[in-house]
Nanobody, 125 residues
Framework: VQLQASGGGLVQAGGSLKLSCAAS????????MGWFRQAPGKEQEFVAA????????YYADSVKGRFTISRANAKNTVYLQMNSLKPEDTAVYFC???????????????????WGQGTLVTVSS
């Protein structure tokens, strides 16, 4: 499975961006996808995830109510709509795909089997 993330850019605080992650290859083996981010000098952290079964969604507390993860039906694409962006949201955002349908590890890097390249989001104050 190959993942291609896009949609990053420069935005002012309070603005919005929509990230996309397009999957190709053996996508039928996947059970969900997620987004992680890594700010300069910090460790990678979980942002949001979605599981195909029941379309369950998971969010980090820091983005809950501002970010929305969704999947385009019949398309191997997952979106991350980011609203009310803050300077602390500045990071490289990575998408990942999981084989396991379990939601118990949706927030952990270990729950994902495939990773895409990152897309940079910069939020200016």
């Amino acid at each position: 499975v190959q993942l291609q993330a896009s949609g990053g850019g420069l935005v002012q605080a309070g603005g919005s961006l929509k990230l996309s992650c397009a999957a190709s290859g053996r996508t039928s083996t996947t059970s969900g996808m997620g987004w992680f981010r890594q700010a300069p000098g910090k460790e990678q952290e979980f942002v949001a995830a979605i599981r195909w079964s029941g379309m369950g969604t998971y969010y980090a507390d820091s983005v809950k109510g501002r970010f929305t993860i969704s999947r385009a039906n019949a398309k191997n694409t997952v979106y991350l709509q980011m609203n009310s962006l803050k300077p602390e949201d500045t990071a490289v955002y990575f998408c990942a795909a999981a084989i396991s349908p379990s939601g118990s590890n949706a927030r952990s890097r270990s729950g994902y089997d495939y990773w895409g390249q990152g897309t940079l989001v910069t939020v200016s104050s």
